[in-house]
């Protein structure tokens, strides 16, 4: 996108909001980088560069506008879409990888060598691995400065930096402020400024509030009412018009809150390492799945005469994910052949026997959902289920635990289902849903779900699962899109905001 150049100045210039994200303006004579969406007057079209990442602007000497606040843009789609080396390496970046592991931890993750994975980003984004690190530590610092009374000190190493001096250096080259002047200008009120819908807003000691940008539309009906239906009790809980769940995070665990607003997602997070703050945004956006986008999806789907009067209806549906992708492959064996009630009596049981208690002062919540090593060691006979889906069980935890099976960001799709299928008791319908849920391939598709068949019919759609397959090429690549405006035809609580 950010090659072509006429496109980009007519989506400046228009000041269109679905590019957020996608690529970003420098303009030359300010050396001041934005969003396309940026509320200021456009500049010339000479003066305009166009980059694919905010990092590239920043190695490119640019820093981030004041009004428009680019570095908190909604994440480019095509990093959440694509399965190819770059698009995986930019998950485990976003997850915080390198700031834990270096870039040899990340080229080990993905098997490329250090120099190939630097080549690669370098050619598609403009900056390499520690120069998109970098770029995300800065956001990280920014949110701890404007939500935190923290020390600057605490706040530099929690954000990821080496040094305060680094810490010092980074702020002022990319915002163009020093972390105090940050601090006081986001106690200053800002009415009006077209940066406050992304805005962080301060808020008490101990918890971290702030707002997910997206793309519009976003429909939170089943994106919500699917998190709320299906919650393990424990682990989540829908309180005061927010899902709250609990989280296992790299350096300790948090809690979090979600709550649907008309232009964010309101996010209250309390952890115990903010080291771990920015692990823990990476993780609530992927499970909203807030860095779709709607218009190039609901447009494809639209296409199909069939499907366009559920796309019209409400637009902007979202793929219900997960937080992590081990726990959720372990709640859909659970799930298999049994309903939701039945799944989440199965799952809670788990979390009471195996999960790490936690304290949680605002809600109900008890437990961190327990990791596949803590379920591997699990007795199969204090498990009520079939036999057989004992053995499923046991064999997925072992195969997680062991590192055989590897269900992150790193993931590559097609490599993990051919894992998964290769596991007994794994069908097409329990693959393609952890593909779809936990490994976010917005292509994953159920032909064979009760619930897919029986609005495929009530539609005029073929209900067989071959026939239907075969319709839905057309589909591609936003099958689990329309997964999802299927299964809203049906009046499951999956479907409904709770009350």
Not at 257 to 282: Q, Y
Not at 436 to 442: S, V, Y
Request: glycine letters at 8%.
């Amino acid at each position: 996108m950010h090659t072509d150049t006429e496109r980009c100045v007519r989506a400046v210039q228009s000041k269109d909001a679905r590019f957020d994200g996608v690529f970003f303006t420098a303009v030359r004579t300010t050396r001041i980088y934005c969003r396309p969406s940026c509320p200021a007057v456009p500049p010339k079209a000479e003066n305009m560069e166009f980059h694919p990442s905010a990092a590239s602007c920043q190695r490119a000497g640019y820093r981030a506008c004041k009004r428009c606040r680019p570095d908190t843009s909604p994440g480019s789609p095509a990093w959440h879409a694509r399965a190819d080396a770059v698009a995986r390496a930019v998950r485990l970046i976003q997850d915080g990888i390198v700031d834990r592991e270096g870039v040899p931890g990340l080229a080990a993750r993905l098997g490329y060598s250090t120099r190939q994975i630097e080549r690669q980003l370098l050619a598609e984004l403009g900056a390499g691995p520690l120069a998109l690190a970098r770029a995300q530590r800065a956001q990280t610092a920014r949110l701890l400065i404007e939500t935190t009374p923290l020390p600057m000190a605490e706040i530099a190493f929690a954000a990821g930096f080496a040094s305060i001096r680094t810490f010092n250096d980074t702020v002022r080259e990319v915002f163009a402020l020093t972390p105090g002047e940050l601090r006081a200008r986001a106690t200053r009120p800002r009415a009006g400024a077209a940066g406050s819908r992304t805005a962080p807003a301060p808020t008490a000691s101990g918890t971290i509030t702030l707002r997910l940008p997206f793309r519009a539309p976003l429909e939170p009906s089943n994106l919500f009412g699917h998190l709320a239906a299906t919650a393990v009790p424990g682990v989540e809980e829908w309180r005061d018009g927010a899902y709250r769940r609990t989280l296992t995070l790299p350096y300790g665990h948090g809690i979090v809150a979600l709550a649907p607003r008309p232009d964010h997602v309101l996010c209250r997070l309390s952890l115990t390492d903010h080291r771990d703050l920015a692990h823990a945004i990476s993780r609530c956006r992927r499970l909203l799945d807030l860095d779709a986008d709607p218009v190039a999806v609901d447009g494809q789907l639209r296409d199909d005469p069939l499907l366009a009067p559920l796309v019209d209806a409400a637009p902007g549906r979202r793929v219900p994910r997960t937080v992590d992708a081990a726990e959720f492959a372990v709640r859909a064996v659970l799930g298999q052949q049994v309903s939701t009630a039945a799944a989440r009596t199965h799952a809670a049981r788990l979390v009471t026997a195996h999960g790490v208690p936690v304290d949680d002062p605002e809600g109900g919540l008890t437990h961190l959902f327990p990791t596949p090593a803590a379920l591997a060691g699990l007795d199969p006979e204090t498990l009520a289920l079939p036999r057989s889906r004992r053995t499923t069980l046991l064999t997925l935890v072992t195969a997680l635990a062991d590192g055989s099976l590897a269900l992150g960001p790193e993931s590559d799709w097609t490599e993990a289902r051919e894992k998964l299928r290769a596991l007994p008791g794994f069908g097409p319908w329990t693959t393609e849903v952890i593909a779809m849920r936990a490994l976010g391939d917005p292509d994953a598709f159920l032909p064979g779900d009760l619930g897919i068949r029986r609005a495929a019919q009530g539609l005029g759609l073929p209900a067989a699962p071959a026939a239907l397959t075969a319709r839905a090429a057309h589909w591609r690549p936003w099958r689990a899109y329309a997964v999802q405006y299927l299964w809203a035809t049906d009046s499951h609580p999956i479907n409904h905001l709770p009350a």
